[in-house]
């Protein structure tokens, strides 16, 4: 399983390749990182729907989340990729607008890696 | 006395007599005395039935008896009545002897019926030997004999005569020896009276002494002394001694009553009987006393007073010599009244003089206008020695007079406002003249708002500085009959342009102060409202950055949490492996764990320094320098603004770009005020492009840039936007404080101004606007690298 994480902050990547440096070592999942909206778009227009899951923040510079949900959504329509929404606690506005956009599912920050695990079935 | 011895023994006996006579009068005895020797002498020589020695009173026309022997005894005849034999002596001043043919004699003098009416026995022989003084008969002594005729020879006769003689010169020598004593009495008496005058200089008491000694040296029962005021030219009644009445404060115009006769006429005045005198003035009708003597004081020509001696009884008018003592004794009376008066005057003039300069000392040292009115009424009170005073201000704009103070005018006048010709003070205002009243009650011209009040006499005197009035001032008195001198009025006046300047002063002194106080107030208004803006300028960019802050802390945290969790599995993992001996698995763990640990600490710095900048943003500036990296200040600040955005509003979004110089390095900068400069042109920027945004054609990508650039020894920091530029006509007005284009209530107005200060005042730098209208602002921050100079404000 492809799983695309949009977030600005570097550091993300080496957390989840250790939270999930055994699931990567069994090969059951795969990440890609993406540091932006923008390099997010980009990572999909070249590996043409590789990935099924997109995890992705929404406070970013540039592009936000939210931006980047509305693209996925309009642009990618055959199988739309599944995309979750990492929320800040209690931003209902924020949570509001990606439902209204077509976001799949939602996490709250700090993320929870065990019910990130649950929710990606791979327990 | 016959016979040759008799006539001897007689001759000794006369010559011892006169001998006696003559030590008498060397011994200076007193007539009585020379009156018994006589006598006793005389009845023991002669055989006559009847010694007789008598004095005449000229003025009652009676002879008193000094001594009489008759029928063999010493006799004391009452007083009688001249009768036509010693009216004889009296005009011939020469002795009477009648030796024979007595009752022819006495029928002839006395009226034919005179021995058959009175059935007096004729005496034989009689004989009178006048006493003469002055050339005036004085008495006489008489022998007479009832049985014989003929019974006085030559030589009687002649010893008669000499005795009489004798006596006359005893008489002379004792009435001038009386006169001479009572000269003496006078002068004792005058020179008391003088050394008393000049001991008493002040004025009542001397007043009262004069009038005291005056009435002493006549045996007077009473009298009274006035001063002569030439300004009022009316005699005042200044003591009065036993008239009946108290005269005391009585004041009589010339020509009234008896006194004022002699001030018109400068003449002593005698009344036999005052009850009966027609021109007694009314302001005397009580008294009553019955004859008076006055006479007028005076200083060469000019008049002082007048002095009056009364009698109380009946048929005791006054004599020509009481006249000559009394005209004696005024001139004395007269200058000491006038030193004392002098002196008094000397006096009250020092005494004005110190109390005027008290006044002065006093006023100038109460600037504080209420106490200092206060001050000038009490002063002019206790100056002129009134019952009360009131004093009024003039308010130049309303023309209107306003009493500020007021003492004992029996009603509370202050506050009342008086218009020009209002009432005394009023009128004054309208003349700027003094004004005296002498009876207040009775004055057409008082105001209503006065109709409580007591007072008798009032003087009124205007305030004046140069030409310009200031207020009036006002003196009364409650009792009747005391009137306002011109002594008062020029006191009144010495004192007036003292209170005036001293009013004016306080009042140009309160306003300055007042004006003073209005703007310092003002001023620190304007501090409070300054600080509160700037605090509340303050809260706003902290508003702003609180979810921008929440945000960021949030990311170091988690990775905080993330990393030491994950950490603590990698840990058990790399035990696992070790137990199993796979060695360079474990060593790899080994090195993520220490990446971990690293993590940790980076990200738990980054959330310190993020609270570390906030605590610095709300605190006030310390205003002490230090050595910043100005590229991480600028980061800092660019995503504590943008974040702050983004949490405010949710569609918010714009590019940010960075173009820091890696040689900006250090600065010497106050962080937190620099930081907020960046901040405030940042937020700034950001809402300049999403303004522009809500407007622009689609295809317009807000983009906010920062940069920093080391140039000449000088940090330069741009923030630029692709917003909409800033219009020219406002362009020189937005470092100005309070300008705004935000909407009410999204902008304090503050911001580039205080701005402005902080990079100019605090960091001698300059800060600069590069503006195109429709295509964006760039802010630009130039800073001396080692800037030492700037004080913080």
């Known amino acids: 399983m492809k799983i695309l994480v949009v977030d600005d902050e570097q550091d993300i990547k080496a957390l989840f390749e250790q939270r999930f440096r055994r699931e990567i070592r069994e090969g059951i999942v795969d990440f890609a990182f993406a540091f932006s909206g923008e390099q997010a778009l980009d990572y999909l227009k070249k590996n043409n729907h590789e990935a099924v899951l997109i995890l992705s923040d929404i406070n970013m510079p540039g592009m936000s989340g939210l931006e980047l949900l509305k693209s996925i959504k309009t642009e990618y329509h055959t199988p739309p990729p599944v995309v979750m929404m990492i929320t800040a606690y209690g931003d209902e506005e924020n949570y509001r607008q990606a439902m209204q956009l077509g976001a799949d599912d939602f996490l709250t920050k700090p993320v929870d890696f065990a019910i990130l695990k649950t929710k990606l079935k791979i327990h | 006395m016959n016979n040759k011895t008799s006539i001897e023994q007689q001759r000794k006996a006369e010559l011892a007599l006169l001998a006696s006579i003559q030590e008498a009068l060397l011994m200076q005895k007193e007539m009585p005395y020379i009156y018994e020797m006589v006598g006793e002498s005389l009845h023991r020589m002669f055989e006559g039935h009847v010694v007789s020695i008598a004095t005449f009173d000229h003025e009652s026309g009676v002879e008193y008896f000094q001594y009489h022997f008759e029928n063999n005894a010493r006799a004391f005849p009452d007083p009688r009545p001249y009768n036509e034999i010693r009216k004889l002596l009296i005009e011939t001043h020469t002795q009477l002897l009648v030796n024979e043919n007595t009752e022819s004699f006495v029928q002839n003098i006395l009226g034919v019926d005179y021995i058959s009416q009175t059935g007096i026995d004729i005496p034989k022989s009689f004989v009178f030997a006048p006493f003469v003084v002055d050339n005036e008969v004085r008495g006489y002594i008489s022998l007479k004999h009832y049985t014989r005729e003929t019974v006085f020879d030559a030589g009687d006769i002649e010893l008669l005569n000499t005795l009489a003689r004798s006596i006359s010169v005893s008489m002379q020598n004792t009435r001038l020896l009386e006169t001479e004593y009572r000269r003496a009495n006078e002068q004792k008496a005058l020179l008391d009276t003088m050394t008393d005058l000049s001991r008493n200089l002040e004025l009542k008491t001397l007043l009262d002494a004069v009038l005291e000694r005056a009435v002493a040296l006549l045996g007077v029962t009473g009298g009274e002394l006035a001063i002569y005021h030439e300004d009022s030219r009316t005699l005042e009644s200044v003591a009065s001694h036993n008239l009946g009445i108290h005269s005391g404060g009585i004041r009589l115009q010339h020509g009234e009553g008896a006194m004022g006769k002699v001030a018109d006429t400068l003449q002593p005045l ?37 002095l009056a001696s009364v009698h109380h009884e009946e048929n005791r008018p006054f004599t020509a010599a009481d006249l000559k003592l009394l005209n004696m004794f005024a001139p004395l009376a007269a200058t000491a009244i006038e030193n004392a008066r002098l002196f008094e005057a000397e006096r009250r003039r020092a005494d004005e003089q110190k109390a005027l300069l008290d006044t002065m000392a006093d006023l100038s040292r109460k600037l504080e206008l209420t106490q200092l009115l206060n001050a000038v009424l009490e002063r002019a009170v206790a100056l002129l020695a009134v019952t009360g005073g009131e004093l009024a201000i003039y308010h130049e704009d309303s023309r209107l007079l306003e009493v500020v103070a007021s003492h004992n005018l029996g009603m509370n006048s202050g506050g009342v406002y008086l218009k020009h010709n209002e009432g005394a003070m009023g009128m004054v205002a309208e003349t700027k003249q003094p004004l005296i009243i002498p009876d207040y009650q009775q ?17 009124v005197v205007p305030l004046l500085t140069g030409n310009q009035l200031v207020g009036a001032l006002a003196s009364v008195h409650h009792e009747k009959g005391r009137q306002f001198s011109n002594d008062d009025l020029r006191l009144l006046n010495m004192f007036a342009p003292l209170a005036a300047t001293a009013i004016e002063n306080a009042r140009l002194f309160n306003k300055t102060n007042r004006l003073l106080e209005e703007a310092e107030q003002r001023t620190a208004e304007l501090r409070i409202t300054q600080s509160q803006l700037v605090h509340q300028e303050k809260l706003a960019s902290l508003g702003e950055l609180t979810a921008g802050i ?12 993330n990393f030491s969790d994950v950490s603590a599995e990698l840990t058990e993992e790399l035990v696992e492996e070790l137990k199993a001996g796979h060695t360079e698995e474990a060593i790899a763990l080994a090195a993520d764990v220490i990446d971990n640990l690293h993590k940790i600490t980076h990200h738990g710095k980054r959330a310190d320094s993020i609270v570390k900048g906030m605590l610095q943003h709300s605190r006030s500036s310390t205003g002490i320098k230090e050595s910043v990296d100005i590229n991480a200040l600028a980061d800092e600040y660019l995503r504590l603004a943008y974040h702050g955005l983004r949490a405010k509003d949710k569609s918010f979004n714009a590019s940010f770009l960075t173009d820091l110089d890696p040689e900006a390095g250090l600065v010497q900068i106050v962080p937190q005020e620099i930081g907020r400069v960046v901040l405030n042109l940042i937020n700034n920027a950001f809402y300049a492009v999403s303004e522009k945004k809500t407007t622009a054609a689609a295809g317009y990508t807000p983009t906010v840039q920062l940069s920093t650039k080391r140039v000449n020894g000088k940090i330069e920091l741009r923030v630029a936007d692709n917003g909409n530029g800033i219009p020219a006509k406002i362009a020189d007005k937005i470092f100005q404080p309070f300008f705004t284009t935000k909407p009410t209530g999204l902008g304090t107005g503050l911001g580039l101004s205080l701005s402005y200060d902080i990079i100019t005042k605090g960091h001698s730098g300059e800060l600069l606007v590069e503006t195109t209208e429709g295509e964006g602002s760039t802010f630009i921050i130039r800073i001396p690298a080692n800037a030492q100079a700037g004080i913080n404000h």
């Open chain 2, 270 to 306: 005698i009344i036999p009987d005052y009850l009966q005198w027609a021109e007694r003035s009314g302001k005397y009708e009580k008294t009553n006393v019955r004859s008076v003597m006055v006479v007028p004081l005076m200083i060469g020509q000019r008049l002082v007073g007048a």
């Open chain 2, 443 to 459: 004055w057409t011209g008082r105001s209503d708002k006065y109709s409580e009040t007591i007072v008798h006499s009032v003087m």
């Open chain 2, 550 to 561: 929440a945000h960021e802390i949030q990311n170091p945290l988690n990775f905080v949490n």
